[in-house]
């Protein structure tokens, strides 16, 4: 979004032509384009609404309450191939990073539980967290995350078998 700017930036084409194809020697004609471009510039970014300084004014999250699976019980989880789904692949990769694959799928994806690492490999790894469209629950958890409030259950009960 240009908002303020889109006048400027549809003149500039013609601004820009008439300028260059200025018969002046001194080329005070381009000069003088870019001094008044630089103006108008000026000018409508001292006037106008800043969208952003009003959204984080009036912008108040709700409060959230936090999650009853942390990235440390995931990171048990997928380091437990019987707690996986039946048709999960998992290939440990390095510290909190696993090649997983899954039915369908023809090759492995690199996936993490670790979100500091993903933040920095972002464009490489995925990470593997509800919400992702590779977290496919595990067996005994359901489909929806609000029942992965039973993880530390499951996780408990089968170290204790």
């Known amino acids: ?14 601004t820009i032509t008439s300028a260059a194809l200025a018969k002046d020697a001194a080329g005070t004609a381009r000069s003088s384009a870019l001094a008044a471009i630089e ?3 000026d000018e409508a970014e001292a006037s106008g609404f800043d ?3 009003a959204v984080d004014e009036d912008l108040e999250l709700p409060p959230t309450s936090a999650s009853p699976v942390t990235m440390d019980d995931l990171e048990q989880l997928i380091g437990r191939p019987e707690l996986m789904p039946p048709d ?7 510290n909190r990073e696993y090649g997983l694959r899954m039915a369908g799928m023809a090759e492995f994806v690199r996936v993490t539980t670790n979100p500091a690492y993903f ?4 464009e490489s790894v995925e990470l593997w967290s509800p919400g992702s469209a590779l977290f496919k629950a595990p067996d005994g958890l359901g489909e929806s ?17």
């Open 1 to 14: 979004m240009v908002g303020r700017l889109q006048p400027i930036l549809a003149q500039l084409p013609s």
């Open 119 to 122: 933040e920095q490999h972002a």
């Open 145 to 161: 995350v609000p029942a992965a409030e039973n993880l530390q259950d499951i996780l408990l009960h089968d170290e204790g078998a």
């Open 39 to 41: 103006r108008q510039t």
């Open 88 to 94: 999960a692949e998992l290939q440990p990769l390095g």
């Open 51 to 53: 969208l952003d300084a």
